[in-house]
């Protein structure tokens, strides 16, 4: 069973320069999400999808942009990346409301602006 | 706004041992709340979650508590296990959004 498959796994990025990442599961989940992770720290949303086509703003979505044009993937990108985005990214999914139900997540990216 | 707390960064406890972890949160109208365990490197796991309706929920080994008068949540692990070594998270709903809001976590150490 894949779940939730995140790639890349690490990424070197210069400052100014963009990237994707991609989030694909397979569980036929609705609802996707974008966390990070900073040290000592918990997660916290950057942006999540209630559905293929829509997508909404969390906690910390500057500097970011993301696409659902599938139902299966989540896309995440950084259009012109700062030291300030190196963190471990995270992506996860769930069947239904996504503050009423267990969220899936996938092993992270690990992503170095320098 | 709401947050979600844990009292303690770092538990250190020994092999056998039973565990508690605690978690504070702030927001009342919270009806669900969920625990998950990450290893190192690794992403977040599903441990066990409780609605509010409920006062206490039992799986292997794990147990958690709800006391919605003081708006405490506990993770009780038993005889614990150096696989149980992890960081520990309880979230709840972020207010106005269908996602999870996480707490800062808490580090365990089982000795053996």
């Known amino acids: 069973n894949a779940g939730v498959t995140q790639t890349p796994k690490f990424r070197v990025l210069k400052t100014g320069q963009s990237m994707t990442l991609l989030c694909a599961q397979d569980?036929?989940?609705?609802?996707m999400y974008w966390y990070r992770q900073d040290p000592g720290m918990g997660l916290r949303l950057i942006h999540y999808s209630v559905g293929e086509g829509t997508t909404a703003k969390g906690e910390v979505p500057d500097g970011y942009n993301v696409s659902r044009l599938k139902k299966q993937n989540f896309l995440l990108g950084l259009e012109s990346a700062a030291p300030s985005q190196t963190s471990v990214y995270f992506c996860?999914?769930?069947?239904?409301?996504?503050?009423?139900?267990?969220?899936?997540f996938g092993q992270g990216t690990r992503l170095t602006v320098v | 706004g709401e947050s979600v707390g844990l009292h303690l960064p770092t538990l250190s406890v020994q092999e056998g041992d039973n565990s508690i972890i605690n978690c504070a949160y702030s927001n009342s109208a919270s009806d669900y709340f969920i625990w998950y365990k990450q290893e190192s490197g690794k992403g977040p796991q599903f441990i066990i979650d409780?609605?509010?309706?409920?006062d206490k929920r039992q799986g292997q080994r794990v147990t958690v508590l709800l006391n919605k008068t003081v708006k405490h949540l506990s993770l009780q692990i038993a005889a614990t296990q150096p696989g149980d070594s992890a960081v520990y998270f309880c979230a709840e709903p972020y207010t106005g959004r269908r996602a999870l809001t996480f707490g800062s976590g808490t580090r365990l150490q089982v000795q053996p």
């Open positions: 569980m036929n989940h609705e609802y």
């Open positions: 996860a999914s769930s069947y239904s409301s996504g503050g009423n139900t267990e969220a899936f």
């Open positions: 409780i609605r509010s309706n409920m």
